[in-house]
């Protein structure tokens, strides 16, 4: 069975930047507390007119430069997003017609934070099976517009931006490639962070009383996050090592869901690596959701942190919960 391999990595981020001071100025916080709490200092806001498919169309364009591949090779598309242009179809079949590719299968991923390495996995097991050969993973999020920029909601608000992160997965014509991926999730926690509305639970799913009860917002419980969070990204991390024999000395780099450089700190801490092995990016874009690791990666490989015949392990948790590792030998 043939292995797959990213061959192709690009992220887009919109222009608008809006930093931890732009934010003093609409709720009661401060550069300070945003800093030491989360490690963010700025983040992007998507305009008024932009889709995650939009973002996502040109993170695609550039993965695609990369691997060498055009529209019409692509042969499946996959969209990880919790901030879909519309609530049905998904936003995989909007690249399908504005990067106008063939009439190939496009679904979306709805694992949150883990979306990305879910949606990877989907990737590997397909491209082993021998079903597809250009598949375009996309990881995409416009979720700002889902916050409220007040004091009352200023924990979320903070937290997170628009972006977008995409590959190219193909089959690899040698030993590297994607070594094993693992998905996990425990749904009793799905209430610790979520957006309730518009769902089948209610109905009429979307009233003046959801929105009056403002259950079309997201709503997290942080503390307990943030505990599930420092125990699962080593546990997942580890399993990755553990499958492929590999040790922390063996891996170039980790690159995490960039949820909180506190959760990334903690990591190291108990897998007891420096931070130089665990890659940030968070300072820049805040918690993008889906689009985080994609963004990371593209962001890291250009930077050099990792090249030909290095160990990449992935990991993400999120909403759900959900977390999911993969270890890549790039
Ligand atoms: N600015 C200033 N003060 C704020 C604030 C903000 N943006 N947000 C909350 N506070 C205040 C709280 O109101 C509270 O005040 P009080 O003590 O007077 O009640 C105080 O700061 C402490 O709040 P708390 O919620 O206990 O802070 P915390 O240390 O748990 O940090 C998070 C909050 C959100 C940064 C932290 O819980 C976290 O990072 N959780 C994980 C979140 C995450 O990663 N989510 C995405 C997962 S994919």
Redesign the pocket.
């Known amino acids: 069975m043939k292995r797959a391999k990213i061959t192709g990595i690009g992220h887009y981020v919109p222009e608008h930047v809006v930093t931890n001071a732009d934010l003093e100025k609409l709720?009661?916080?401060?550069d300070e507390?945003?800093i030491n709490?989360?490690g963010i200092k700025e983040r992007r806001h998507a305009d008024n007119k932009t889709g995650a498919s939009d973002l996502g169309v040109i993170a695609s364009e550039n993965a695609m430069k990369m691997a060498g591949v055009k529209p019409e090779d692509i042969d499946l598309i996959i969209f990880a997003t919790v901030s879909s242009d519309y609530y049905f179809p998904g936003a995989a079949v909007l690249i399908q017609k504005k990067m106008s590719m063939k009439n190939i299968g496009a679904f979306d991923v709805r694992a949150?934070?883990s979306g990305f390495v879910y949606g990877l996995s989907i990737a590997d097991q397909f491209i082993r099976a021998g079903m597809n050969e250009n598949i375009l993973l996309i990881g995409a999020e416009v979720q700002t517009v889902a916050l409220k920029f007040d004091t009352e909601h200023?924990?979320l608000s903070?937290?997170f931006g628009d972006g977008a992160g995409a590959v190219i997965v193909q089959p690899s014509n040698n030993s590297s490639g994607i070594l094993s991926t693992h998905l996990h999730s425990q749904g009793e926690h799905a209430k610790s962070?979520w957006m309730p509305a518009p769902g089948s639970h209610f109905h009429p799913w979307i009233s003046h009383e959801i929105i009056d009860n403002e259950l079309h917002l997201p709503v997290?419980n942080?503390?307990e996050?943030?505990k599930h969070?420092i125990v699962r990204f080593p546990e997942v991390i580890q399993e990755a090592l553990d499958t492929n024999n590999l040790s922390l000395e063996d891996v170039a780099l980790i690159i995490p869901?960039q949820?909180?450089y506190?959760?990334s700190q903690a990591v190291a801490r108990r897998m007891g690596i420096g931070m130089d092995k665990m890659y940030s990016n968070i300072h820049k874009y805040g918690?993008t959701?889906a689009a985080s690791i994609p963004i990371a990666m593209s962001e890291a490989y250009a930077e050099g942190r990792f090249s030909e015949g290095d160990y990449v392990i992935l990991a993400a948790?999120?909403?759900g919960f959900t977390w999911a590792s993969a270890a890549i030998r790039w």
Request: charge should be positive.
């Open positions: 709720m009661d916080t401060t507390w945003i709490r989360t949150a934070c200023r924990d903070i937290l962070l997290m942080g503390k996050v943030f969070a869901h949820a909180n506190r959760i918690n959701t948790f999120g909403s």
